[in-house]
């Protein structure tokens, strides 16, 4: 629906060569901005016959009371002739009407402000005998100033029986993504995933559309839904499972089975502010999660990442040169984000362009039927606007002289919330229609793209540098934690992944969730630690061992490496090559402690000495802060002859003390010899 303004209502008349009314005053103009016209009914949407009755129904919203009239414009026997036709009246930059008819005479306003209409017309009472797209207008009048209160310009296609309309191929690409909800694998910070309906009607949509349409489907948000079925934490309190999430699931599955699924990168990560931010390894990690989540949870297995339809619609050099190097092979983008001399050279459809690993094909959108796909089709007299254009627009395309130019449709936004019933009104089949996979619009013979359209705002409109700055910290200390359990498992891949979505652009609450994620790495790496002593370890002589003894309190085994130096080695040294202490992949078992014997060396005669006891990933980083061992030391070289000196002095004594008790001793006085008697042997046989 389009509304128009004094000096533009003018330029009209003016135009149809009718007498100009006199400029409205400031009361009738506020009047037009809020008294719009719309239309419910426009039935059939496309005759085919010159005597076939039209009805077009409506309401004119006016001032109650009011006397308002309802005329048409239109174009007798003058069609439109290209698309560009169709800007051009849509905008009111060109003039398309030459004749009108007053339809419905000063009818006055009930006291809501509301006047409903139907007229009744014909090709033929319109002049109108050749195939065609023409220009429609409804206007409401002011039955007693005659000042144009209301416009809605809309189409007329005819297309008798018979007609040659070049079928135009069309590829509807969809996208079904949402802001993430969880920090971690079992914390959400928001868990109403579906309180808005938004999921429902993408799911709704799913099932209605025909098979041929592409959907582009966030692994994330499968994962959320799937999550969101087991007993989860929401703030620190405990959650009961959701049996809504599998099911939105499993439903899902079965709507998309025989449609064509491409898999977004996880979380629809902000590709552009991953790449200029330099989270080198995130590119990769956000094509393979998102490749993987989506398959496992839709069950399809075929579901790739080799097309990418980037936020906006636009790409830089270096995003695309990215993901060229990353295995996609195809970019979906609007038609802005190409030059003006490459979309006609395209014609709307594909072509390609070179990047660092050779050619990438760019498919682009067509603006007008994409913002269809975006009409709130909850509005008054929205689904038939939409459809007429629709109609017109498609049915131009294949009246032109030339071949019918191929056409993709999507909404500018990822996170578009459709009106299912609106979308089936829209998109019902068209004689002159054929829907195809998006794959199936391939590039014209030497249809180069040349360069590429990214202004100012679209770099504007990435996560901030100081926001991406925070995520490449975490994203390296979420790396440490996954490096030392055996299992391998990438745990924190995903939650990393979701802080880079571009969902959270121009929005507050991802800090929230990389505070959370923060939180839970933190514990994560606390659960493995070096045990420490509640008093210093004693050291006695110039050389020893001291025990460390690692903790693995994790359900999983880890493997780590051990660094132990000292602070003081002027006190205590460790006896390792440089004075480091190293043991290599040392593993403990889960719920288990593994202790390491570590040689050391006490240059000094005594004192105290601390150690810095340092765990390590197999690639040398390090695994949470140093833990500070304090060591007693105690040297031989001085204590040695005081214990020796003693020791000498005591024998020396004992042997002095035997001296004298034996000069003191008399001579002993013994009895006298006792005769013992012999023992006779018995005689043999007794």
């Known amino acids: 629906m389009r509304r128009l303004g004094p000096v533009l209502f003018a330029f009209l008349l003016a135009g149809a060569g009718l007498a100009i009314p006199a400029a409205p005053t400031a009361?009738?103009?506020?009047?037009?901005?809020?008294?719009?016209?719309?239309?419910?009914?426009?039935?059939?949407?496309?005759?085919?016959?010159?005597?076939?009755?039209?009805?077009?129904?409506?309401?004119?919203?006016?001032?109650?009371?009011?006397?308002?009239?309802?005329?048409?414009?239109?174009?007798?026997?003058?069609?439109?002739?290209?698309?560009?036709?169709?800007?051009?009246?849509?905008?009111?930059?060109?003039?398309?009407?030459?004749?009108?008819?007053?339809?419905?005479?000063?009818?006055?306003?009930?006291?809501?402000?509301?006047?409903?209409?139907?007229?009744?017309?014909?090709?033929?009472?319109?002049?109108?005998?050749?195939?065609?797209?023409?220009?429609?207008?409804?206007?409401?009048?002011?039955?007693?100033?005659?000042?144009?209160?209301?416009?809605?310009?809309?189409?007329?296609?005819?297309?008798?029986?018979?007609?040659?309309?070049?079928?135009?191929?069309?590829?509807?690409?969809?996208?079904?993504?949402?802001?993430?909800?969880?920090?971690?694998?079992?914390?959400?910070?928001?868990?109403?995933?579906?309180?808005?309906?938004?999921?429902?009607?993408?799911?709704?949509?799913?099932?209605?559309?025909?098979?041929?349409?592409?959907?582009?489907?966030?692994?994330?948000v499968l994962d959320d839904a799937q999550r969101v079925s087991r007993p989860y934490y929401l703030d620190g309190a405990a959650k009961e499972a959701v049996a809504q999430g599998a099911e939105w699931v499993t439903s899902l599955r079965s709507a998309l089975a025989d449609n064509p699924v491409m898999a977004m990168p996880y979380a629809d990560a902000d590709l552009g502010a991953i790449v200029h931010n330099g989270l080198d390894t995130t590119t990769p990690t956000a094509l393979l999660v998102g490749s993987f989540a989506t398959n496992q949870l839709l069950k399809v297995g075929s579901a790739t990442t080799s097309t990418i339809w980037p936020v906006g619609g636009v790409i830089d050099r270096d995003t695309l040169d990215a993901l060229a190097v990353n295995g996609v092979d195809t970019v979906l983008l609007a038609q802005a984000a190409v030059p003006p001399q490459a979309t006609a050279a395209l014609a709307g459809s594909a072509g390609v362009v070179d990047t660092v690993s050779g050619p990438v094909i760019v498919q682009t959108a067509d603006p007008v039927l994409s913002g269809l796909l975006g009409t709130d089709g909850r509005a008054a007299g929205a689904t038939v606007a939409a459809r007429q254009r629709y109609i017109a627009e498609t049915a131009m395309n294949g009246l032109t002289a030339n071949r019918a130019a191929p056409l993709i449709a999507m909404p500018s936004n990822h996170l578009w919330n459709p009106d299912p019933t609106f979308m089936a009104a829209l998109l019902k089949p068209l004689p002159w229609v054929r829907d195809v996979p998006l794959a199936s619009i391939r590039p014209a013979k030497n249809a180069s793209v040349g360069d590429l359209v990214y202004p100012p705002q679209a770099r504007q409109a990435e996560l901030p540098k100081s926001y991406m700055s925070g995520v490449r910290r975490l994203a390296r200390t979420a790396e440490v934690a996954m490096a030392l359990p055996t299992s391998g498992q990438r745990t924190y891949d995903r939650a990393v992944l979701r802080l880079t979505s571009a969902s959270w652009r121009g929005g507050k609450?991802?800090?929230?969730?990389?505070?959370?994620?923060?939180?839970?790495?933190?514990?994560?790496?606390?659960?493995?630690?070096?045990?420490?002593?509640?008093?210093?370890?004693?050291?006695?002589?110039?050389?020893?061992?001291?025990?460390?003894?690692?903790?693995?309190?994790?359900?999983?085994?880890?493997?780590?490496?051990?660094?132990?130096?000292?602070?003081?080695?002027?006190?205590?040294?460790?006896?390792?090559?440089?004075?480091?202490?190293?043991?290599?992949?040392?593993?403990?078992?889960?719920?288990?402690?593994?202790?390491?014997?570590?040689?050391?060396?006490?240059?000094?005669?005594?004192?105290?000495?601390?150690?810095?006891?340092?765990?390590?990933?197999?690639?040398?980083?390090?695994?949470?802060?140093?833990?500070?061992?304090?060591?007693?030391?105690?040297?031989?070289?001085g204590i040695a002859l005081v214990i020796v000196g003693v020791a000498v002095t005591i024998m020396l004594a004992a042997v002095v003390m035997r001296l004298l008790r034996r000069h003191q001793r008399k001579d002993p006085v013994f009895p006298a010899p006792v005769q013992m008697p012999v023992e006779q042997e018995e005689p043999q046989g007794a």
């Open 509 to 637: 609450k991802a800090p929230a969730f990389a505070r959370q994620l923060n939180s839970s790495i933190t514990k994560q790496m606390d659960r493995v630690f070096i045990v420490g002593a509640d008093d210093p370890f004693a050291v006695a002589g110039t050389n020893g061992r001291i025990l460390v003894t690692v903790r693995n309190t994790l359900r999983e085994n880890v493997k780590f490496n051990l660094e132990v130096r000292s602070r003081d080695p002027d006190q205590l040294q460790v006896d390792a090559r440089g004075g480091v202490f190293v043991e290599e992949q040392a593993e403990v078992q889960a719920g288990k402690a593994g202790t390491y014997e570590i040689p050391v060396v006490v240059p000094a005669d005594h004192g105290k000495a601390a150690f810095d006891v340092q765990l390590l990933t197999a690639d040398g980083r390090k695994y949470g802060k140093p833990t500070e061992i304090v060591i007693s030391a105690t040297g031989y070289t």
């Open 27 to 220: 009361a009738a103009a506020t009047a037009r901005a809020a008294d719009p016209v719309t239309l419910s009914e426009f039935s059939p949407e496309s005759p085919t016959r010159p005597d076939q009755t039209i009805t077009i129904a409506g309401a004119v919203t006016g001032t109650p009371q009011s006397f308002v009239r309802v005329q048409i414009r239109y174009a007798a026997g003058r069609p439109f002739t290209s698309r560009a036709d169709i800007a051009a009246y849509v905008t009111g930059q060109t003039v398309f009407t030459n004749s009108w008819r007053t339809k419905v005479q000063a009818t006055q306003v009930d006291g809501s402000g509301k006047l409903p209409f139907t007229l009744s017309l014909s090709p033929a009472e319109l002049s109108i005998s050749q195939p065609g797209v023409y220009p429609l207008e409804v206007e409401a009048v002011d039955g007693a100033t005659g000042q144009v209160v209301g416009v809605e310009r809309t189409f007329l296609t005819y297309v008798p029986k018979g007609t040659a309309v070049k079928p135009t191929r069309l590829a509807l690409a969809l996208p079904l993504t949402a802001q993430p909800k969880r920090a971690d694998d079992q914390t959400f910070i928001d868990d109403d995933l579906f309180g808005d309906g938004r999921l429902n009607n993408l799911l709704a949509l799913a099932t209605a559309t025909d098979e041929t349409t592409t959907w582009f489907v966030d692994g994330s």
